[in-house]
């Protein structure tokens, strides 16, 4: 589904992802780990086509097309999804507004017709109740005003509504108490398909106790410096970073 | 100053001095001479004038504005007339500056309310004639600037709504002010008293041809005890139109006062929006002014905490495009017996354009030492990580851009609670924006 090769990219020309190796199939969970400014965000960022960074050398093949290619919106219609760490306020703005545009940007890219309104509420409110959400939510302005939980369930309950092929979560679980990662979790857990594959961005190993990854990886100033199983994150969770990091240095 | 055409004004004035109502009330008639006197001798506001600085009428000294000399209501177009119209409020209508009965909606109102011209007002019964001399000019003085002492001198009518203690209005109350003919200055006095414990929810409509114009409308607005306004100005008046309208209030103690100020059309527009806050009063002022081509907007506020506990909310949004140009200022006077007083001020305007200008001036005056003040300003372009974020979720960089403009007006939009008022602003703010992406059906 996804392959990325060599890939450096920089900000303001200071190098930050300096040749990443990633090949991701259909169906798979991986987990990106690794210290603070190692790159991970950076890596989201410009799968899900941010402006501000430099791609120096490499490529990204997202289902035999070029994605490095495609404008950010033509990504996401294509079905690759960022799940924001911090989810943008937009005052004025509805959930639901913005909900049917974007699923009618995808289905008029797809060449179909625009959603029936019953229905798309039916899809909306189905998918709301699976969030534990108020219905309430989809009336009120774009994340204004909610809380950390709540701004990390509604990126989810987009995700649950575009049904995208490639999720990016960045992030996920920073700022949330055990009881709204469970609820993520179960909400991710959910979307689970053998057509759908997920990149999880994350510092901690707790997001990982609820969303069993296949593969994790472990970045480090840059470069992939360890690859491995589900275990690889306990074995992090024991002992931190340091040990990659000199290893890698090394 | 400009004393040349205050002179030209004078001079027209002996003429149509006996057309104005009120000219046998000895009371009256003093206090039109006098504030004659003061803008023959100032003129309208110089840019001198710190209040006035960013604003520069003399496009309006150039030009001589007549009054509307007819009591009889001229021809209006009446599909445009019921597209200003509010269907669920009682309507009073004026035309070039006076009360037209024919057109007015009052079916139903109350009888303990009076809602009356001005004109009917001084002459009509022994009941309200009393309220006017004891009304007129106490929320503003006409040596405040040069359109009051005009405004004082010359308004041909106006309108009179008094609201008694205790009572609440089932429905909106819409002022409305349209001008049907060119070159003509429709100079209205109007006058608002919410009694104790009394409610009112008040639009104040001002639209009229596309055509050069002169509205110099004065309100003054007295809330009792406890009692609760809620005022709107939506303020669309011709793109070759001149607008000065002022609103003055006096809260009482416990008074709440909301007002919406939507500032529209104009090709020079200002608004004066000032209010004297008692004790533990409330008042909210929200705004939005959106300029493009050449339009000229100017929102002054002036918020007067005089005792203590008083609550003021002030958010004020502009979006200017092309060579547009806003002007926001903003005063909060905290005075020496306020303590306690809460107040926060905020105006955020978006430039569309390279050549738009955005002029944002808020001040704190505070002479009370315990007290919670605070204010904000930006001026600035649209948020990046806010288009990024639309983009990520499917939508093109156009749209993204249009919706997030129109979503940052929008925020005041919202604001309103009157359904009819509210379908009617949304769709004067979709037309002066682009709209490509934009599906107005799911708004």
């Known amino acids: 589904m996804l392959s990325i090769k060599n890939l450096h990219v920089s900000i303001a020309d200071k190098p930050i992802l300096k040749g990443i190796n990633l090949q991701i199939n259909a169906g798979e969970i991986h987990a990106i780990m690794g210290p603070n400014g190692s790159g991970k965000s950076t890596l989201a960022h410009v799968l899900s086509g941010k402006s501000g960074y430099t791609v120096t050398e490499g490529s990204v093949t997202y289902n035999t097309k070029n994605l490095l290619a495609m404008e950010a919106e033509i990504r996401a219609r294509e079905g690759v999804f960022l799940a924001f760490q911090y989810p943008v306020e937009i005052p004025g703005v509805s959930n639901i507004y913005l909900l049917k545009a974007a699923l009618n940007s995808i289905r008029k890219y797809q060449g179909q017709p625009e959603v029936d309104a019953m229905d798309f509420l039916t899809l909306v409110k189905e998918k709301v109740r699976l969030l534990d959400m108020d219905e309430k939510f989809l009336y009120r302005a774009v994340n204004e005003g909610f809380s950390g939980g709540e701004k990390k369930r509604n990126e989810i309950l987009q995700m649950a509504i575009l049904e995208p092929k490639l999720c990016i979560m960045d992030e996920t679980d920073s700022g949330l108490d055990i009881d709204a990662l469970k609820v993520v979790a179960q909400g991710v857990n959910s979307l689970r398909s053998p057509e759908r594959s997920f990149i999880m961005v994350t510092h901690y190993q707790r997001l990982l106790d609820y969303i069993k990854p296949d593969f994790v990886h472990v970045l480090a100033n840059g470069q992939i410096v360890k690859s491995g199983g589900a275990d690889l994150a306990l074995e992090l969770e024991e002992k931190g970073y340091g040990w990659l990091e000199e290893q890698a240095a090394a | ?443």
């Open chain 2, 1 to 443: 100053m400009n004393t040349a055409t205050a002179s030209r004004y004078t001079a027209e004035y002996q003429t149509l001095a006996p057309t104005l109502p009120g000219q046998t009330l000895p009371w009256l008639k003093q206090l039109r001479c006098r504030a004659l006197e003061k803008f023959s001798a100032h003129g309208f506001p110089s840019p001198r004038e710190e209040e006035w600085r960013y604003t520069n009428v003399s496009a309006i000294e150039k030009k001589l504005f007549s009054p509307s000399l007819s009591l009889t209501t001229p021809p209006v177009d009446k599909v445009w007339l019921k597209g200003c119209q509010l269907e669920d409020a009682w309507s009073v209508v004026l035309v070039n500056g006076r009360f037209s009965a024919e057109l007015s909606v009052l079916d139903g109102l109350p009888e303990a309310v009076s809602l009356m011209s001005m004109a009917d007002a001084l002459t009509a019964s022994p009941a309200i004639a009393p309220l006017v001399e004891k009304y007129l000019g106490q929320a503003v003085n006409y040596s405040e600037h040069g359109f009051i002492a005009f405004n004082t001198a010359w308004f041909t009518d106006g309108l009179l709504l008094h609201v008694p203690a205790g009572q609440v209005l089932a429905k909106p109350v819409q002022l409305l002010h349209v001008v049907t003919q060119a070159e003509t200055m429709a100079t209205t006095r109007t006058i608002i008293i919410v009694g104790e414990m009394a409610e009112a929810k008040v639009i104040e409509t001002f639209a009229g041809v596309d055509n050069s114009y002169l509205t110099a409308a004065v309100t003054e607005v007295f809330i009792d005890q406890n009692a609760d306004l809620t005022l709107y100005k939506m303020q669309s008046e011709s793109e070759k139109a001149y607008h000065f309208g002022g609103t003055y209030v006096k809260q009482g103690k416990d008074a709440r006062f909301t007002h919406h100020n939507f500032a529209l059309g104009g090709l020079l527009a200002r608004s004066d929006i000032l209010t004297d806050m008692d004790q533990a009063s409330e008042c909210e002022l929200n705004g939005l002014y959106l300029g493009v081509k050449r339009q000229h907007i100017d929102s002054h506020t002036r918020i007067n905490h005089l005792k203590p506990h008083a609550i003021s909310r002030e958010i004020y949004k502009g979006v200017l495009d092309d060579r547009a140009r806003g002007v926001f200022q903003g005063r909060v006077i905290v005075a020496e017996d306020a303590q306690k007083t809460d107040s926060q001020m905020n105006n955020r305007n978006l430039l569309l354009s390279d050549n738009a200008e955005a002029d944002t001036k808020p001040q704190l005056e505070i002479y009370a030492d315990d007290v919670k003040c605070g204010h904000g300003v930006t001026v600035g372009q649209l948020d990046e990580s806010s288009v990024f974020y639309l983009q990520s979720r499917c939508i093109d960089e156009e749209t993204a851009r249009n919706m997030l403009t129109f979503a940052f007006a929008n925020e005041m939009v919202d604001k309103i609670r009157i359904k009819s008022l509210h379908d009617k602003v949304l769709e004067q703010v979709l037309l002066r924006f682009p709209q490509e992406g934009i599906e107005k059906s799911w708004l």
